[in-house]
């Protein structure tokens, strides 16, 4: 089980983070590239100011009227989202991998914290995918990738809790936990997780063409 | 001089007590976390004679070292010390925080000898 370990922890992690910024590079350069080639009018209308104002309204909670309109879609989406980045990034036990690593440390999560916002992710999850199987509007739009995709987030979250409460058989777990986050991060410029990478592009370009094409609000 | 006779009984015990708990580690089952103000973690299970019996360790500074300008005294080991006088919280420099430098002599160790627990929750026992 240790070599297995010291290989999803090692190896495996090379490949998947050079994956993930790699792959986010390639994407976003492709998708300018495209544009560039195909629309490039869009650049005469992309604009700072309309961008800033359509982000900046979308990353507050019921900023939009969208946001208003689905209150609990709205409260769940944006704690799953802050807790799915959150997490990971702050959580002492992944901070330590990186000091021991490289030697770069920063601030950290009490445990305890960490802990339920873990269960938020997982229990924001729950939600997708009830909402999924049970909205017609959702339903409709939902192919087999969807789920795929929620299970890539959900896994590292999910094995990452069982081992924390060392749950089942902790070693196992443990490699799981790993390579599933070693999945997550591989995956996400080559799928539709890849919205992290493209929301603030799509963001810029519908605020821009509905503040200064249609001079129109877009939340 | 049963005074005398009861005060000396009584310093003698509790200088034996003193170096029996000092020096003896038979009773140690985990390592000492009381440096850590606010500790996340269970301390990391350590039974000490039973750990160097299995792992072959006879040499004391193998794991109590003494460094000096960043190099490693030989011949010169710091059991009598707690971890936490020459290793702070923050650490400097070349100088690990305390819990680097436990993970880095426990597992580092375990690591390079391609024994003994390396995942959070094998030594940090829930």
């Known amino acids: 089980m240790h070599s297995f370990y010291n290989f999803v922890s090692g190896p495996l992690a090379w490949v998947a983070f050079i994956l993930f910024f790699g792959g986010s590079i390639y994407r976003i350069v492709s998708m300018l590239k495209l544009v560039a080639e195909k629309e490039r009018f869009i650049f005469s209308y992309m604009s700072w100011r309309y961008s800033l104002r359509s982000i900046i309204h979308w990353i507050i909670p019921f900023a939009t009227v969208n946001w208003r309109r689905q209150p609990v879609l709205t409260v769940v989406t944006f704690a799953f989202h802050l807790c799915l980045l959150a997490t990971p990034i702050f959580l002492l036990s992944h901070v330590v991998l990186w000091d021991e690593a490289f030697s770069i440390s920063w601030w950290t999560l009490p445990d305890a914290v960490a802990d339920i916002m873990t269960i938020i992710v997982i229990l924001g999850a729950v939600y997708f995918l009830v909402r999924r199987v049970t909205q017609p509007e959702v339903k409709f739009v939902t192919s087999v990738s969807d789920f795929v995709i929620l299970a890539i987030v959900a896994a590292p979250f999910i094995t990452g809790f069982l081992a924390y409460h060392q749950w089942l058989s902790y070693p196992l777990v443990m490699c799981l936990h790993v390579l599933a986050g070693d999945i997550m991060l591989a995956a996400i410029p080559f799928t539709r997780l890849s919205h992290m990478l493209f929301s603030p592009f799509t963001r810029a370009y519908m605020g821009s063409e509905f503040g200064k094409v249609r001079h129109a609000r877009d939340w | ?126």
């Open chain 2, 1 to 126: 001089m049963k005074t005398v006779t009861l005060i000396a009984l009584s310093l003698s015990i509790a200088i034996v007590l003193a170096f029996t708990a000092a020096w003896s580690q038979d009773d140690m089952t985990v390592v000492d976390n009381a440096a850590f103000n606010n500790p996340q973690r269970t301390p990391s299970v350590f039974v000490h004679d039973e750990h160097n019996e299995t792992a072959g360790i006879d040499d004391c500074a193998e794991c109590h070292h003494v460094y000096e300008g960043g190099k490693r005294v030989e011949d010169e080991s710091s059991e009598g010390q707690s971890c936490s006088e020459c290793h702070d919280l923050q650490g400097s420099g070349n100088q690990p925080s305390l819990i680097k430098a436990f993970h880095a002599n426990c597992k580092g160790c375990h690591q390079e000898q391609g024994k003994g627990p390396i995942m959070c929750g094998e030594c940090h026992i829930k």
